[in-house]
């Protein structure tokens, strides 16, 4: 079992409507999580962090954790073009700067 | 805030040259900087964890003489590819890690684009 699982995608969604985007993670005592978002030909890029369960939200992206459930997912909200891109699930498993592990990203792709 | 630099962006060489990417976090001090390997169409691959004044940590199967990583500073860290060959062509991407609140979170720099000829 991979530490960090995502849908390889691709995962198509029409222009406005709400992309969700799923990870698992096998360590229960991850401690943080991140979403990344990379565009072709580009480094990753910090979309969103969270730490407690629940939902944490930042203009039309929502974060949601469950660490009963060992799950994590984020959802983007009036889906635009400029959304499609890999977006890359990491977890870490203490507070401190340790190394991330990596889920294998899913490829989203927002159709006009 | 929590900009990452990187350079040179592209850099294209001849077989068994050496080759210094340099990676700065310009507005913050990272206490810890990682080194990641990208091929295309394949996930980040972490090569090496570095820290300020001492030795790098690299991943199982990095070479460590062949990938030199010094970091002189909380904002400088270099990776030196040493008598690079064609198959070290790749995406190389740092990031820099800086404390936010209780929690470390990684920012990534733009990454280097490297040819070996």
């Known amino acids: 079992q991979k530490e960090v699982e995502q849908n390889s995608g691709p995962l198509s969604v029409p222009e406005g409507a709400i992309a969700s985007l799923n990870c698992t993670y096998s360590?229960?005592?991850?401690?943080?999580f991140f979403w990344y978002r990379q565009y072709s030909g580009k480094s990753p890029e910090l979309i969103m962090s969270?730490?407690?369960?629940g939902d944490k939200e930042d203009g039309r992206f929502t974060a949601q954790l469950n660490k009963a459930s060992q799950y994590v997912s984020l959802l983007i909200r009036d889906s635009q073009p400029s959304d499609s891109a890999t977006y890359l699930c990491?977890?870490?498993?203490?507070?401190?700067?340790?190394?991330?592990?990596f889920g294998q990203g899913t490829r989203l792709t927002i159709n006009p | 805030g929590a900009v990452v630099s990187q350079h040179p962006s592209r850099v294209i060489c001849k077989s068994g040259t050496s080759v210094k990417i340099e990676c700065r976090s310009l507005?913050?001090?990272?206490?810890?900087m990682f080194w990641y390997r990208q091929f295309p169409k394949q996930s980040l691959m972490l090569m090496a964890t570095?820290?300020?004044?001492?030795?790098?940590?690299?991943e199982q199967g990095v070479e460590k003489d062949k990938f030199l990583i010094n970091h002189a500073s909380l904002t400088l860290s270099t990776l030196t590819v040493t008598s690079a060959h064609p198959e070290d062509s790749s995406f190389y991407i740092c990031?820099?890690?800086?404390?936010?609140?209780?929690?470390?979170?990684?920012?990534f720099g733009p990454g280097t684009r490297l040819l070996v000829l």
């Open positions: 990491a977890v870490n498993k203490d507070q401190g700067a340790q190394k991330l592990v």
């Open positions: 360590d229960r005592v991850s401690q943080s």
């Open positions: 570095s820290n300020e004044g001492s030795k790098a940590t690299y």
């Open positions: 507005d913050f001090q990272a206490t810890t």
């Open positions: 969270i730490y407690s369960n």
């Open positions: 990031s820099a890690a800086q404390l936010l609140g209780f929690f470390e979170t990684q920012y």
